[in-house]
């Protein structure tokens, strides 16, 4: 079979790989060219996040809905999030490297800050829509990846009452995230 633009979703869901290969043809310069936004200082992994993103379109095209958004925009949204995914993972890398209080050369400072950058710039947009007191919870849970417990601890606030916060967050991180990608 053919593919073509009129059918090459259709063709995913079947995982027909040559639908992949129309879908690498015709978006893979965008999808790069998301990725290396983001991890421009870390040309390394360009390539890596690239195999995951095709990898996560092909594992997860069932969830692409063409009523809220188009292809395009949904694997651009695939690739951004996988790229932050990468600074996050790479940042943990960095903080795991100084065992023992090696210093790091100045080169590897930088480039640790501007990774701190641009995953601060990216979290704060997301939650722009949140209260700073909801902001914070986020941070903590998912940023920090700090257990319910001590967070609970931390701010005086019974689990129940964080993961209610936390649910009502996400739905209005959502709700915004989908409102952004539609503009």
């Known amino acids: 079979m053919r593919i073509r633009e009129d059918n090459y979703i259709e063709q995913l869901c079947l995982h027909n790989e040559e639908a992949l290969l129309y879908v690498i043809d015709v978006y893979g310069g965008l999808i790069k060219s998301v990725i290396s936004k983001h991890l421009f200082a870390m040309p390394d992994k360009i390539d890596e ?16 809905d063409e009523n809220r958004s188009t292809f395009k925009n949904w694997a651009a949204a695939v690739a951004k999030y996988r790229a932050v995914d990468y600074l996050r993972k790479y940042r943990q890398e960095l903080q795991q490297v100084n065992i023992e209080d090696v210093l790091l050369p100045q080169e590897d400072v930088m480039l640790e800050r501007l990774v701190q ?58 709700k915004q995230y989908l409102s952004e990608r539609e503009a």
């Open 49 to 64: 996040c690239l195999d995951d993103v095709l990898l996560n379109i092909w594992e997860n095209i069932s969830s692409f």
């Open 117 to 174: 950058e641009e995953i601060s710039e990216e979290m704060e947009s997301l939650l722009s829509c949140l209260s700073e007191s909801d902001r914070s919870l986020f941070w903590k849970l998912y940023v920090e990846e700090k257990p319910m417990e001590e967070v609970s601890r931390e701010t005086g606030m019974k689990k129940a009452v964080i993961y209610n916060r936390v649910s009502r967050g996400k739905r209005r991180v959502r």
